[in-house]
């Protein structure tokens, strides 16, 4: 029987560090149980598998007994993230009188984090926000095709940049966010795809988080993984990304990747994954690419790798070969 999710708890919630003021901070990070996103039920993007984080039903006293929990745990943190399974500024997921109240009891943040879709985000909301707020938006990619066939996002990158332009003009903060390797595009061309999504978003974005492909359950990206029809990227291509921004774009460049060192998640040979994910942290919070230093063999097979899609031309999991179910059972967390 499936368990039956209470609406009046909280999906997660933990503590770690990010960067606030320009120093590292403490950070609170909340994700709150929602009706969902209102895209998703229309079928949603390929790679997102929140709407397991969202109840049918969620009243406002529900979500009002998820904030007492967040105040519970509490402890003075100066940075609070706020995330939901959709978008904080959609008024069916996130009722204004629920929004006012988060504001006023993390009045004392220097910063608090919320994310939303773009259609949400008009000059009547963005008036209610206080001047602390960083309004998170999930771009993916900057390129309309890779947008639409690729990730199904419902949206063009010329609605994310007016949504992080207007965020800007009535002085917020905006984290954009970028999917590295969605499906149907090989190791080559993601990261090019997020290089030029990076160079777009750096004109709207003071953040520019880099977020790869992490296999969540019922997604159409957990389809074609479980057929050996996607490898989730390679860590080394995370850092070559990172590399190459980092003197490029005027935004700061971070990346906490879901998954990271599973199959799931971006992963390289397994020896080196906690060292290179380690190297990334280090560099999310210093900006120095120095801090990507990280040295492994499997570096040379990432190459190979990449020259071997170019010439078969698709974006199969080559490493599998014909042992498709060992090795997804090695990585399955469902």
Not at 137 to 153: A, F, H, I, Q, T
Not at 195 to 216: K, M, T
Not at 220 to 239: C, D, I, K, N
Request: proline letters at 5%; hydrophobic letters at 40%.
């Amino acid at each position: 029987m499936k368990e039956r999710r209470s609406p009046s708890e909280l999906e997660a919630l933990w503590k770690e560090k990010d960067l606030s003021a320009g120093r590292t901070v403490d950070a609170m990070v909340v994700i709150m149980r929602t009706r969902g996103c209102s895209w998703a039920a229309t079928g949603g993007c390929t790679m997102c598998g929140y709407r397991r984080a969202s109840v049918k039903e969620v009243s406002a006293d529900d979500l009002g007994r998820q904030i007492d929990q967040a105040l519970a745990a509490y402890e003075g943190e100066p940075f609070v993230k706020i995330y939901t399974s959709g978008s904080f500024l959609d008024d069916d997921e996130v009722p204004p009188a629920v929004r006012e109240r988060i504001f006023g009891e993390f009045a004392a943040c220097e910063r608090i984090l919320v994310e939303s879709r773009p259609e949400f985000v008009t000059p009547e909301r963005l008036a209610t926000l206080p001047r602390t707020v960083t309004l998170a938006l999930g771009l993916e990619s900057s390129d309309p095709e890779v947008l639409k066939r690729s990730v199904n996002k419902g949206f063009t990158p010329e609605d994310s940049r007016r949504a992080g332009l207007a965020a800007k003009e009535a002085g917020l903060t905006v984290r954009t966010y970028l999917l590295l390797k969605p499906p149907f595009l090989t190791e080559g061309a993601a990261i090019a795809d997020t290089v030029e999504s990076a160079l777009f978003a750096d004109g709207f974005s003071d953040e520019i988080s880099i977020n790869p492909l992490n296999i969540q359950n019922g997604t159409l990206a957990e389809r074609l993984w479980r057929r050996g029809e996607l490898r989730t990227p390679w860590l080394w291509s995370l850092v070559e990304v990172l590399r190459t921004l980092s003197d490029r774009v005027g935004a700061r460049l971070m990346s906490s990747p879901s998954g990271g060192g599973s199959q799931r998640g971006a992963h390289n040979c397994g020896k080196c994954d906690k060292a290179v994910l380690a190297a990334v942290e280090r560099f999310s919070l210093t900006q120095d690419p120095e801090d990507l230093d990280v040295a492994c063999g499997c570096a040379a097979d990432w190459k190979r790798y990449i020259d071997a899609e170019r010439l078969l031309g698709t974006p199969a999991d080559l490493e599998r070969g014909f042992d498709n179910e060992l090795a997804i059972g090695k990585g399955d967390s469902s």
